[in-house]
């Protein structure tokens, strides 16, 4: 049985492909458009899991969809008609887009996959949940759903066994932490739906004196972690804002402008707005705990990638262990919502656990070199392991910062060791440079330390691995790693396993070998705006566009003194013969 699961229409587009209930291939859709969470239909991605698994659109047994159109364009509209007039401005603005192309989903599948099937629809955070359980290592688990919104849901607890799973609490729209959360993003300057994790990072900086502030003014919490906003500060449910006039005067300034400096009030801000949702998720985890008894955790949905909160649910909760999908936001909800068909609704018995992350398009060498040929690019190829040898020298002994491009693309938003830039995480230089003139983001921002999995205790005071960037922890005291170590001595730790990656895992152990230091700084592949790089192409792209010293694609090492001179006036995807 085949199943094509998609998420589109808001953010981070997805697909994901199912062979008798086992993933095959899971891809975003910004990384074959270069859209950063591109919304559109993931027809790219689509297309791309149907060529990784051999299959034509006529070999699709379902196609599922993530939410539920109708019920979700009725809560918009009750909402329009609750807050009319001042809702005008966003009814003329959203209404026609519904009209024309997202109530019809079964349309809009036939005209852009040729699909003549039927096409099947789960709940928003019923595809979360089942991100969440389904694929997790547990047969019997509590989960925990948080985001924005999907129909009208924002928030669920449910309790998952064997192939099934039970939603049995909610907490619906307006009232939503995920848009709380999305409210600060925007009060602060940040992108919404896009830089809530800015304000993760901003938080070490501050204080958190408007936490009280925020429990008392803007939201009533209860001892269970259920909540009610005190919606007259905000304007998300009505407007094209995501806050008011009345909740600047609440803190007593007004929002700050894109990319302007940051004072310590906004620094404040975001260490306030952060120690409430780990409060109210703390909470919500307690009271899940004493309904269930279970010992395991699942999670998902937007508010899941703050992984700051899912370091102290492991610490401070009642919990034993915890997984938490790493796509949690919408993009994982495409694997969701066709694992809840195939196991859920169809019975059929769990077969797929996701030991790890890698379910994108890969080059062969012959592959690469055959781009590289045909540009006239020079490279060395060198044998595995003294590719494996000459990188880690490279970050090493020349402390080189080096585009790593191997294997199969990640599923998630981070960088896992497949499209990442790598560097010595001893030297503190490294941060600067790669934030400054390679990412181009701003300096406040910390970078992920990924690590041998069987030296993460020595470094990092964790107990358990960390495969997808999803836990924060505190670096050891005397490790000095100054490049990954934020300002409050945390980390957001990658642990690597060969099981998972062969050729990271090698590269950590070959630099371990050289250097002493089982870690390097992983950040994402691409420069600020843009998305993770997918092809080769784009890798190279991304390479001149930067300060970026060597590129490794596959076997290949290029050197960046050695490229042909680059000019940004150029049109290089012509040249190189890009899409």
């Not at 849901?153 to 939603?167: N, P, Q, V």
């Not at 796509?327 to 059929?348: K, Y």
């Not at 921002?445 to 505190?474: G, H, N, T």
Request: net charge negative; aromatic share 12%.
């Amino acid at each position: 049985m085949n199943i094509l699961g998609i998420s589109g229409f808001y953010h981070d587009s997805a697909a994901a492909l199912l062979r008798d209930g086992r993933m095959v291939a899971g891809a975003h859709e910004e990384r074959f458009s270069r859209k950063r969470h591109d919304p559109g239909f993931p027809k790219l991605a689509a297309e791309y899991c149907l060529r990784e698994a051999g299959l034509g659109v006529d070999d699709l047994d379902y196609v599922v969809f993530y939410d539920k159109p109708m019920v979700k364009f009725e809560r918009i509209l009750t909402t329009y008609i609750a807050t009319f007039p001042r809702s005008l401005p966003s009814f003329t603005k959203s209404i026609p887009v519904w009209l024309k192309e997202k109530l019809w989903v079964p349309n809009v599948v036939a005209r852009e996959l040729g699909f003549q099937g039927e096409v099947l629809f789960a709940e928003h955070h019923q595809s979360h949940a089942a991100a969440a359980f389904l694929p997790s290592p547990f047969e019997e688990a509590a989960i925990l759903t948080l985001d924005g919104v999907g129909e009208w849901a924002t928030a669920t607890m449910g309790i998952g066994k064997r192939e099934s799973f039970e939603l049995i609490n909610e907490i619906k729209f307006p009232h939503s932490l995920g848009l709380l959360y999305s409210a600060f993003t925007y009060y602060l300057g940040f992108k919404v739906n896009s830089a809530e994790y800015k304000v993760m990072g901003a938080a070490p900086y501050g204080k958190p004196r408007f936490k009280d502030l925020i429990l008392s003014e803007l939201m009533d919490v209860r001892e269970d972690g259920s909540f009610r906003l005190d919606m007259k500060h905000f304007a998300y449910d009505y407007g094209l804002t995501m806050t008011n006039d009345r909740f600047a005067a609440l803190f007593g300034q007004p929002r700050r402008e894109p990319e302007s400096q940051m004072e310590e009030f906004h620094w404040d801000i975001a260490a306030s707005i952060q120690a409430v949702t780990e409060e109210v998720v703390l909470r919500m985890v307690r009271n899940l705990h004493a309904r269930t008894g279970l010992d395991n955790l699942c999670m998902a949905g937007g508010v899941a990638l703050n992984c700051v909160a899912n370091g102290r649910i492991l610490r401070e909760g009642p919990f034993r262990e915890l997984w938490v999908q790493p796509a949690a936001g919408d993009a994982g909800s495409a694997l969701g919502c066709a694992l809840f068909v195939h196991n859920t609704v169809l019975g059929n018995p769990r077969k797929f656990r996701m030991d790890h992350a890698y379910w994108g398009p890969s080059w062969s060498d012959d592959d690469i070199r055959s781009i590289l040929d045909a540009r006239k690019l020079p490279y060395k190829a060198l044998p595995r392991e003294e590719m494996l040898q000459e990188t880690a020298r490279l970050l090493d002994a020349e402390q080189k910062v080096v585009g790593w491009f191997q294997g199969r693309m990640e599923w998630g938003p981070r960088s896992l060791g497949s499209r990442s830039i790598l560097a010595d995480a001893r030297n503190e230089e490294n941060w600067k440079r790669v934030n400054l003139k390679i990412k181009f983001r701003e300096s406040f921002r910390p970078f992920a330390p990924a690590c041998l999995a069987e030296k993460a205790s020595e470094w990092f005071d964790i107990d358990r691995e960390s495969p997808y960037m999803l836990l924060v922890c505190q670096v050891r005291e005397g490790r000095e790693i100054p490049a990954v170590t934020h300002v409050d001595g945390s980390a957001r730790l990658q642990t690597v396993t060969r099981n998972a990656h062969a050729e990271f895992y090698d590269l950590l152990a070959a630099f371990d070998q050289r250097s002493g230091c089982p870690v390097l700084i992983n950040t994402s592949f691409n420069v600020r705006g843009e998305p993770i790089v997918c092809s080769p192409e784009d890798a190279y792209l991304c390479f001149m566009r930067t300060d970026m010293d060597v590129l490794v694609l596959g076997n290949q090492i290029l050197y960046k003194e050695e490229q042909p001179e680059f000019h940004e006036d150029v049109d290089w995807r012509e040249i190189y013969e890009l899409d």
